[in-house]
């Protein structure tokens, strides 16, 4: 069976090392930095906060009814998920012997035009699937409220897209850059690690509020958006795709289109009122699952299809080698 097969990118990541123990130390030991980590910035902070009389640092630290309203709590927010997330994949990556360049250049050497193609190809998507609505449902569909341009914008928009960066590209490096390489490294497996990685990273998210009020949808699309990100992965051998992805996803939600009182902020150009109506806001749910599988499977259509100026030679090609899945 193909899905029991090794993986040719797994099998390309046994370096330094790899095996079992080493991983579970590696965890081990980049889970307790993370903690240090995170209570340093914690208490830094708040130190701050009472001396300098920073009323957003206060917001950050004691108000969690505040959480993703101002900029600047939005910004602490994104930077200490972004560094303790930095911090627990460099501490368990180089506790198994491997470098650091390794989290964002696995195989290849980190390339800069395959980031740009994939913001370029992401983000129009994501135009053309709000341009162009799924024929019957636009009623269903809550409206659209501009709110509005300000110098806030202006002056946080440069500091917010570092902090949106720092936080996906931490999340991504820990799960995918760190977590994915080495559990797939010592199973050799295709399926296994991707599981691993997507129950642990759905896990983290259960905490939040909106997630927790609609897991019946959200898991799927989870699922969906984090298998195509980690097949992309193992396709190109590479960790741009996943960067380029999870950052359009997440300027997309903080800044341009956000639901109101709850993922928005100040600094969002249209939200959307929640919808009361337990039916329709169900509906609403199914009409987002749908747009995301469309959205997979165009992504994929650009990646795949070979007559595509988007194609992405998979690993087996770009070595000139058969791939082991498809004997």
């Known amino acids: 069976m193909n899905l029991l097969r090794k993986s040719l990118f797994f099998e390309s990541q046994r370096r330094g090392r790899w095996r079992w123990p080493w991983l579970l130390l590696g965890i081990l030991l980049g889970a307790l930095a993370a903690i240090i980590t995170g209570i340093g910035f914690f208490w830094s902070f708040k130190i701050l906060g009472e001396l300098m009389e920073y ?58 035009g395959l980031v740009g193609k994939t913001f370029f190809l992401v983000l129009s998507l994501y ?87 609609n897991l019946w949808i959200l898991i799927p699309s989870f699922a969906v958006t984090e298998l195509l990100a980690i097949y992309l992965l193992m396709r190109s051998g590479g960790m741009e795709i996943p960067f380029a992805l999870h950052g359009v996803n997440n300027v997309w939600v903080l800044l341009l289109v956000a639901e109101k009182e709850t993922q928005s902020n100040d ?32 992504l994929l259509l650009a990646f795949c299809w070979r007559r595509s100026p988007f194609y992405l030679p998979t690993m087996a090609e770009q070595a000139g080698t058969e791939d082991p899945a498809s004997r």
């Open 127 to 213: 135009i053309l699937l709000q341009a162009i609505p799924i024929p019957g449902v636009s009623h269903l569909e809550p409206k659209l409220e501009f709110t509005g341009l300000g110098l806030e914008h202006v002056f946080w928009l440069v500091p917010l897209f570092l902090c949106i960066f720092l936080q996906t590209s931490g999340e991504d490096v820990f799960f995918k850059g760190y977590l994915l390489r080495q559990v797939g490294a010592v199973t050799g497996i295709f399926w296994l690690a991707p599981v691993v990685v997507i129950a642990a990273f759905t896990i983290i998210h259960i905490g939040n509020d909106d997630f927790t009020e």
């Open 55 to 112: 009323s957003w640092v206060k917001d950050f630290l004691l108000d969690y009814e505040g959480f993703g309203t101002s900029p600047s709590t939005v910004s602490l927010n994104l930077l200490w998920v972004g560094l303790v997330c930095w911090v627990a994949a460099i501490v368990g990556t180089l506790v198994q012997g491997r470098t650091i360049r390794s989290l964002v250049a696995p195989v290849h050497v980190f390339r800069w």
């Open 267 to 298: 600094l969002s150009l249209w939200v959307y009122e929640r919808i009361e109506d337990e039916a329709i806001s169900r509906a609403n749910d199914l009409i987002s699952l749908i747009y995301t599988l469309i959205f997979a499977g165009l």
